[in-house]
């Protein structure tokens, strides 16, 4: 791993942080897939064993992930073996960890900075909320590699995004500014360089002082109570 | 009305209705975007029954369909399209999304947005996995994963 501290779980003031500092931005290699896996189970039984205000997600250095390794992808869904009719436990398993975010009795919270990109774009669209720096690049670029996006890039960015935009970012496979990402609905707040992270605190103490209880099937509707930068309602 | 079709994609013009769609033969093999362009005036359908038979036929569309708008578009005929785009976008739109993939890959990725019209999201990430392993078996030997 180098230089790089793997996936940094910590706890502050009852919000679960998790840094991912794996090697070469967060790409993600079969090592990063075990190690998201392994810290995410960690994060779902934390979650069973007491209330927290909210999980904190983001890339321990420029970028939030550059995506999946695409030879390495190719040769992990070589060694899955299926019957024909069922998926691969292996991405049974893997897919859990990204959609069972959704799940979490509380707000979890991409802070999206520089290229969030594939399957990292993914983590950051199974959260509750996204919030976006200046600089993120954001994008499902799986079909310029011959694939698509299969741990929820479909399905969520079409919730989040709506038929037309979905589409054409899955399908054109572009990179999309963080201004347009809050244009087309994907991000939810805005933020300048470097600020990703104290909004992300913000908004979970904003929520976790006037929610009683989060409720994710409605996770949208709360963010429209929270102020934004100049305190107008979002 | 005239259809032409450009390899997955083909356009429609010369369209009074959308209610014109239902009959047109062209839409039955492999499209996976319509793009429309309505006529001036152009409406969804001229009654409440013809606009309720193109909704339908709209939603469970196995394509996806662009209509292309200007300010005096019927807001019935727009809303019921996947995407709305203007005429300078209509020009090369296909292309610009389909360039580069293969077909399988388009009609797999077309696929799983047609169900995301209407099929909760748990559906809708199942059938995004199993198109995943669709195009991925053929790179692999092909044959070992679900079809």
């Known amino acids: 791993m180098g230089d790089n501290k793997g996936m940094i779980l910590e706890e502050r003031e ?24 392994a810290v995410m189970e ?31 992808l190719a040769e992990r869904t070589a060694a899955e073996f299926t019957d024909g009719s069922s998926l691969p436990e292996g991405h049974i398993r893997q897919k859990h960890f990204f959609t069972f975010l959704r799940e979490l009795p509380f707000p979890v919270v991409s802070v999206v900075t520089g290229f969030c990109i594939g399957s990292g774009c993914e983590i950051a669209a ?20 011959g694939m698509l996006p299969a741990l929820g890039g479909i399905a969520r960015t079409a919730e989040l995004c709506g038929i037309q935009n979905a589409y054409e970012l899955v399908m054109s496979g572009d990179l999309i500014t963080a201004e347009r990402a809050l244009a087309i609905g994907w991000a939810d707040i805005l933020v300048p360089k470097k600020q ?34 100049r305190g107008e309602r979002i | 009305m005239n259809v032409y079709k450009k390899g997955l994609a083909a356009e429609i013009r010369g369209l009074s209705s959308l209610y014109q769609l239902l009959s047109a033969e062209e839409l039955r093999s492999d499209v996976c975007l319509l793009i429309i362009y309505p006529d001036c005036g152009a409406v969804l ?18 394509f996806m369909t662009a209509a292309v708008c200007g300010d005096d578009t019927d807001k019935e005929l727009s809303a019921a399209a996947d995407i709305r785009i203007s005429s300078s976008e209509a020009e090369g739109y296909a292309e610009r999304l389909f360039g580069g993939k293969s077909v399988a890959q388009i009609r797999e990725i077309t696929a799983c947005f047609a169900a995301a019209r209407t099929a909760p999201a748990k559906k809708v990430l199942d059938l995004e996995s199993r198109a995943f392993y669709r195009l991925m078996a053929p790179a692999d030997g092909g044959g070992s994963h679900g079809r």
């Open chain 1, 14 to 37: 009852g919000i679960l942080i998790l840094s991912m500092d794996m090697p070469r931005n967060n790409l993600m290699t079969a090592d990063f897939f075990r190690e998201y896996e």
């Open chain 1, 42 to 72: 960690r994060v779902e039984k934390l979650a069973a064993e007491r209330a927290y205000k909210g999980l904190i997600i983001r890339g321990a250095g420029r970028h939030f992930s550059v995506g999946a390794d695409v030879e390495a």
């Open chain 1, 126 to 145: 199974n959260s509750h909320y996204r919030i976006a720096e200046e600089n993120a690049r954001i994008g499902q670029p799986e079909s310029a590699f």
């Open chain 1, 196 to 229: 990703g992270f104290q909004e992300a605190l913000a908004l979970i103490g904003h929520i976790s002082e006037n929610t009683e209880k989060f409720v994710p099937c409605r996770y949208r509707s709360y963010i429209g109570s929270y102020p934004d930068e």
């Open chain 2, 45 to 62: 359908g001229r009654s409440e029954e013809e606009k309720s038979a193109v909704r339908r036929f709209l939603a469970e569309a196995p």
